[in-house]
C-alpha cells in the first residue's frame, strides 16, 4: 500500500504541473510571512495537486484510471521471497478402518529470513471415494512468522488439523485423497503443487479406507415355549468400526420364505440387543402348535450384512388340561407338623394327546411363607390320573394355620396355572415323641451321664489347678 | 404370678441365704483367727483351714452343681421353646434336641464353677464344702441331690415333650424336687450354722 500511495503522490504533482500550466516562481518572503514562507508555498501546491486531481477524476475517469494503471507497480519483498513448502506428515498405515485413529498433520518448511516471512492459513482438504476436494477444517491453522524450528538451515513447522481424527463419518469405503491448501496472504498454493518421495511426507495423502462388517453372536431360540412364554431373542453385536448399527431381526414363517415381521433396534458400536416378544407381539394364541425360523440383518452404514436362517422357536400347543379335586389328607387327624399329609390332584387330557405335566406344591404358614414342598412329573392322558405330593411341616410351623398351593407347568381348563386352598391349624406340640418313646429314656439317661461326666471333668481340672498353685506355693 | 415364678424366687432366696450363711461361717472362723493374729488374709486363711474330702465325693459335689444349673434351666424352658425355634434353634425339636441342650447348658455351668474358683472364698459355689467338716451321711445326702435334681430334670423333660400340654403336677414336683436338691446341697453350711449358734 505504502508503493501505491508513493506512486499516485507523484502522478499528482506531474498532473499539478500540467494543470497549473508554466511555473511561477514563488514571491520573496515579507517581513510578515516570517521563516514560515517555505512551508505555507508547498501546502498551497499540495493543495493545488489535490484539487487537480479530483477535477481529473471528475472531468475524465477512464483516464484516471489509465493513469492508475499506468502507475501501478506490482509488490516485491526485499530480498528473494520465496513461497514457502507445505506438506502432508503421516506416519500411520495406508490402509485404514473407518474407526482408526488418524493423525494427519501439515509440515511446513519456511526459507525465508523471518524480517520478510509471512503468516501462513493451512486448510486440509479431503477427496472421499470417487468426489472432488472438500475442506475439512472450518478455520485455518496458522503459521506465524516466528514459529519455525531451525535445524541444519531449515526453518520447519508442523501443524495438526484437530477437526479429523478418524473416518467415521465416511459414506463410502475405497481410496481417499487429502491435500492441503495454503496462502500467505498474496499466494495461494496447494500441498500437490511440490513433488518429493518419503516414507512420511506426502503432496498428496490417499489411503484405502476399508469397512469391517459387525459381528454378531446369538442364542438360538430352540426350546419350545409356549406362546405366552416371555419369549425374547438376544444377539450380541460387536462392531470393530463402532459404527451406528441397524439392527434388525426378521421372524419368518414355518415355510420358511414368508416373512412375518422385523423389528429393528438401534445400536452404537457394541453391545446387545433384545426383542421380546411380551414388546414386539410377535406370536399369539394361534401360533401354538408351529414353528418359525428367524435370522439377523445388521447394517452399519456401508454394508448391509445378514446371519444365517435359524430354526426358533417352537411354539408349544396349547394342552386340554382338566384339573379337578385339589385337596389335602392327613396321615394324623391332630395335625402335628411332623406328620404326613398327602397333598393331591387329579388330571388329565381333554383330548387325545398327552403331554407332559409339572405339578408343584407349596405350602404357606406365618412362619414359612410359600415354601416348596415338593414337586411331580407326570405324563397327562386322557385318562384321569392323581398326581400326589407327600410332605410334613417344619417344626416352626406348630400352631399356625396353613394354606397350600398347586401351580402347574400348563394351563388348566380355566386358563389358571395354580390353584390356591386353605388347610387347617397345624397342632401346636413341637417335640415329636411322647415321654414313653426311647428317644425320651435315652434323652433322660444321657442327662444323666452329662451331669456326672461335668462332674468329673470339673474335679480333674480344679484338682490340677490346686496342685499347680501348690506347686508355685512350693517352689516360692 | 405362676407356679414357675414364685417357685424360681424362692430358689434364688435359698440360693442367697445358703451362700450368706456360708459366709458368715467363714467370717466368724475369720474375726476368731484375727484376734489371734491380724496378718493372716482371708484366702490364705481358706487354704489353711481347706480339707479335701475325696475325689469321688468332690466329683459328685461338682455334678450336682452343675446338675442344679441344668435341672434349673430345663424347668424354665417348656414355654420358652417356641421362641427358641424362631430364634433359629430348631434343633431342640430333634430327637436328641433336648439332650444337645443339657450339653450347651453344662459346659456353660462347668466353665462358671471353674471360673468361681477366683471368686471371693464364700462364693466358689462348689468348693463350699472344703471348709466344712463332713460325715459319711453329709455326704450321702449331698449325693442324693443329683438323683434328685435328674428326677426334676426328667419332670421337666416331660413337659417340654408335651409343651403346650403342660401337667402342673409334673411342673411343681420338677420345682419342689430343685427346692430340696438345693437344700441338700446346702446341707454342711446349716449344719454348721446351728452348731454355731448354740
Redesign the interface.
Known amino acids: 500500500m505504502r508503493y501505491r500511495l508513493l506512486a499516485l503522490m507523484l502522478l499528482m504533482l506531474v498532473i499539478s504541473a500540467y494543470a497549473e500550466g508554466p511555473t511561477v516562481s514563488p514571491p520573496p518572503p515579507t517581513p510578515s510571512e516570517g521563516g514560515g514562507g517555505g512551508s505555507s508555498h508547498k501546502q498551497t501546491d499540495m493543495e493545488k495537486i489535490i484539487k487537480a486531481l479530483e477535477q481529473g477524476k471528475k472531468q475524465n475517469p477512464k483516464r484516471f484510471e489509465y493513469l492508475q494503471t499506468l502507475l501501478w507497480k506490482e509488490y516485491t519483498p526485499p530480498g528473494e521471497y520465496e513461497l514457502p513448502a507445505v506438506l502432508i506428515y503421516y506416519k500411520g498405515n495406508k490402509t485404514v478402518r473407518r474407526s482408526d485413529s488418524l493423525e494427519i498433520q501439515a509440515y511446513v518448511t519456511n526459507e525465508n529470513k523471518i524480517e520478510i516471512r509471512r503468516p501462513l492459513y493451512l486448510y486440509l482438504e479431503m477427496a472421499e471415494p470417487g468426489g472432488d476436494f472438500k475442506q475439512v477444517n472450518s478455520q485455518p491453522q496458522i503459521v506465524q512468522v516466528n514459529e519455525y524450528y531451525s535445524s541444519d538451515d531449515v526453518n520447519y513447522t508442523f501443524r495438526s488439523f484437530p477437526e479429523i481424527t478418524d473416518l467415521r463419518s465416511l459414506n463410502h469405503v475405497g481410496n481417499v485423497r487429502f491435500r492441503i491448501r495454503y496462502t500467505d496472504g498474496q499466494y495461494k498454493r496447494y500441498s500437490s503443487n511440490w513433488t518429493v518421495s518419503s516414507r512420511e511426507i506426502f503432496p498428496v495423502l490417499e489411503l484405502n479406507v476399508i469397512n469391517n462388517p459387525p459381528v454378531v453372536n446369538y442364542t438360538n431360540v430352540t426350546y419350545k415355549p409356549r406362546y405366552s412364554d416371555p419369549i425374547e431373542y438376544v444377539a450380541e453385536i460387536t462392531d470393530p468400526d463402532g459404527d451406528t448399527l441397524n439392527v434388525t431381526l426378521h421372524i419368518l414363517e414355518g415355510d420358511n420364505r414368508t416373512e412375518r415381521k422385523n423389528v429393528t433396534q438401534e445400536l452404537r458400536g457394541s453391545g446387545t440387543v433384545r426383542f421380546r416378544n411380551s414388546e414386539y407381539g410377535f406370536f399369539g394364541k394361534d401360533d401354538a402348535g408351529k414353528t418359525f425360523h428367524y435370522y439377523y440383518t445388521l447394517g452399519d452404514g456401508i454394508n448391509v450384512t445378514s446371519t444365517n436362517i435359524t430354526a426358533g422357536p417352537e411354539i408349544r400347543p396349547t394342552p386340554k388340561l382338566l384339573v379337578e379335586n385339589p385337596r389335602m389328607v392327613a396321615e394324623d387327624e391332630n395335625y402335628y407338623w411332623w406328620g404326613r399329609y398327602n397333598f393331591s390332584i387329579d388330571v388329565k387330557s381333554q383330548d387325545e394327546n398327552s403331554f407332559p405335566l409339572t405339578v408343584y406344591l407349596y405350602t404357606n404358614t406365618a412362619?414359612n411363607p410359600w415354601k416348596l414342598r415338593g414337586s411331580k412329573t407326570v405324563t397327562v392322558t386322557p385318562e384321569r390320573q392323581t398326581v400326589s405330593v407327600e410332605t410334613s411341616f417344619?417344626?416352626?410351623d406348630?400352631?399356625q394355620t396353613f394354606s397350600y398351593r398347586f401351580s402347574f407347568s400348563e394351563p388348566d381348563q380355566n386358563g389358571r396355572t395354580s390353584i390356591d386352598l386353605n388347610g387347617r391349624q397345624i397342632n401346636?406340640?413341637?417335640?415329636?415323641?411322647?415321654?414313653l418313646s426311647p428317644?425320651?429314656f435315652?434323652?433322660?439317661l444321657?442327662?444323666?451321664v452329662?451331669?456326672?461326666s461335668?462332674?468329673?471333668?470339673?474335679?480333674r481340672?480344679?484338682?490340677r489347678?490346686r496342685k499347680t498353685e501348690k506347686g508355685n506355693q512350693g517352689g516360692d | 404370678m405362676d407356679w414357675g415364678s414364685l417357685f424360681m424366687i424362692a430358689l434364688l432366696l435359698l440360693l442367697v441365704v445358703g451362700l450368706a450363711i456360708h459366709w458368715m461361717n467363714f467370717e466368724r472362723i475369720y474375726r476368731r483367727l484375727s484376734e489371734l493374729s491380724s496378718s493372716v488374709s482371708r484366702d490364705e486363711l481358706y487354704e489353711k483351714i481347706s480339707t479335701q474330702h475325696g475325689?469321688n465325693f468332690?466329683?459328685?459335689?461338682?455334678?450336682?452343681w452343675?446338675?442344679f444349673f441344668?435341672a434349673l434351666v430345663y424347668n424354665i424352658l417348656p414355654p420358652r421353646?417356641?421362641k427358641l425355634?424362631?430364634l433359629g434353634f430348631?434343633m431342640?425339636?430333634s430327637?436328641?434336641?433336648?439332650?444337645l441342650f443339657?450339653?450347651l447348658v453344662?459346659?456353660v455351668?462347668?466353665i462358671f464353677?471353674?471360673v468361681s474358683?477366683g471368686f471371693p472364698v464364700w462364693l466358689r459355689l462348689?468348693?463350699i464344702y472344703s471348709i466344712y467338716p463332713m460325715s459319711l451321711n453329709d455326704k450321702r445326702l449331698c449325693t442324693l441331690s443329683?438323683l434328685l435334681?435328674?428326677i426334676s430334670?426328667?419332670s421337666s423333660?416331660?413337659n417340654?415333650?408335651?409343651?403346650?400340654?403342660v401337667s402342673w403336677m409334673s411342673e411343681i414336683a420338677s420345682w419342689l424336687l430343685l427346692l430340696v436338691a438345693l437344700v441338700l446341697l446346702f446341707i454342711p453350711v446349716f449344719k454348721e450354722f446351728l452348731e454355731a449358734s448354740r
Open positions: 412362619s417344619d417344626a416352626s406348630n400352631n401346636p406340640r413341637i417335640i415329636s415323641y411322647s415321654i428317644a425320651s435315652l434323652n433322660a444321657l442327662i444323666l452329662i451331669f456326672l461335668s462332674g468329673v471333668i470339673l474335679e481340672c480344679s484338682n489347678r | 475325689s468332690s466329683a459328685m459335689a461338682s455334678a450336682s452343675v446338675a441344668v421353646i417356641p425355634l424362631s430348631p431342640i425339636a430327637y436328641y434336641g433336648l439332650v443339657a450339653v453344662a459346659i455351668a462347668t464353677l471353674y474358683r462348689s468348693d443329683i435334681l435328674w430334670s426328667i423333660i416331660y417340654s415333650i408335651s409343651y403346650p400340654y
